[in-house]
């Protein structure tokens, strides 16, 4: 592999990935730490809270996915939150330290008189102050164009894994649909939160051909959130066997290999994590997090337990 592929922002092809990933473990963190600290002050981390506004009930059939109407995972339904409620929400985050405000709706795409109102939260979470992102599925160019005139500063949508096991995993989309929902907010102006999820019984190389694809984008995402699978009973992936946590460490150092330029969140998971597996995931070029007791549905680790971690650590929030 050219040593240009590390400090620019080349094609990567998922054979470059694959060999990144197996590298010795020493070889590959060096490499990672070295291009984090290149781009990044190692010491910081963006902190990120979530909110589900629109939880469960939702027609697709992610595998891994405790919303999805089809899993009896004992998620209970509910109607998109009231945009004073989620504004609440948002100022208790920003008071805990929160520099952005992520909403994540449980739906295929937005309908347009729910697209409004979610219109609305954007605009109140930008006039705290705060960065904003939703997650909201399938976008068309018009409706990614509304919300960057709300102010929307990212829209998360993650290709979840290499484009040979998505349809293992989901069957109601395709991965041609996720990318063309990525062009849209791309065409809008707004930028772009796209990682995956590992741990769902995929393997190395489909590991490396999900970063292959997020570092070939035609812009690289500029928040890459790498998630390890919460297992939620009622799901067909809850037996999924969960992923080694240098594994794990690997992927993200890859990703931050790949993409110098972009945060990469250290995103679901963290609760069934160790502290040693989380600084490692650091030192390899995680630098951003969830905050906060909940992720949309599923526990997150707690606000006082990352709060000693970043203390041990000598770690700080970004202001
Ligand atoms: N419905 C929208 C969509 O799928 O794009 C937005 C919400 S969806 C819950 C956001 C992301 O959460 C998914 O793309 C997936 O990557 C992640 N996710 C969902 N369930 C998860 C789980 N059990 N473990 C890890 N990540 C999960
Ligand atoms: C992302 O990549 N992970 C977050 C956020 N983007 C929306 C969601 C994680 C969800 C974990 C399962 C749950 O809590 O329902
Ligand atoms: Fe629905 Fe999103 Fe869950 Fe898939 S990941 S079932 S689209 S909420």
């Not at 939702?58 to 004073?84: F, I, N, R, S």
């Not at 063309?180 to 769902?200: E, K, P, Q, S, Y």
């Not at 794990?248 to 069934?272: C, D, H, N, Q, W």
Request: aromatic share 6%; hydrophobic share 40%; proline share 5%.
């Amino acid at each position: 592999m050219p040593e240009s592929h590390i400090v620019t922002n080349l094609r990567w092809s998922r054979d470059d990935v694959a060999a990144l990933l197996a590298l010795p473990f020493p070889e590959l963190l060096f490499r990672a730490m070295s291009v984090h600290r290149e781009n990044f002050d190692p010491v910081r981390v963006q902190i990120s809270t979530l909110l589900s506004i629109k939880t469960g009930g939702c027609p697709e059939d992610c595998g891994y996915c405790p919303q999805a109407a089809g899993h009896e995972t004992g998620t209970k339904a509910g109607k998109l939150m009231e945009v004073e409620a989620v504004l609440r929400e948002a100022r208790a985050a920003k008071e805990k330290g929160a520099a952005r405000f992520c909403m994540g709706a449980a739906w295929r795409s937005p309908k347009e008189h729910d697209l409004d109102t979610v219109c609305e939260m954007v605009a109140g979470v930008k006039a705290l102050g705060m960065e904003s992102c939703v997650t909201l599925g399938m976008l068309s160019g018009v409706q990614a164009q509304k919300l960057k005139d709300a102010g929307l500063d990212y829209y998360n949508h993650n290709l979840d894994t290499s484009p040979e096991y998505y349809g293992k995993v989901i069957s109601t989309r395709t991965y041609q649909d996720r990318l063309d929902t990525l062009g849209a907010v791309r065409d809008a102006g707004i930028n772009v939160c796209c990682g995956g999820i590992v741990g769902m019984g995929e393997d190395e190389t489909d590991r490396a051909g999900l970063i292959a694809t997020l570092a070939s984008l035609p812009v690289p995402p500029e928040s890459v959130p790498i998630n390890a699978l919460v297992a939620v009973e009622g799901t067909p992936l809850a037996k999924a066997e969960p992923i080694d946590a240098i594994e794990f460490v690997r992927v993200v150092a890859a990703a931050r290999i790949t993409m110098p330029k972009s945060y990469v969140r250290l995103s679901a998971g963290r609760e069934a994590m160790s502290d040693e597996a989380q600084a490692l995931c650091f030192m390899a070029g995680a630098n951003s997090i969830f905050h906060g007791d909940k992720l949309l549905t599923t526990k997150n680790a707690t606000v006082p337990h990352d709060e000693a971690l970043f203390a041990r650590l000598g770690m700080r929030a970004e202001s």
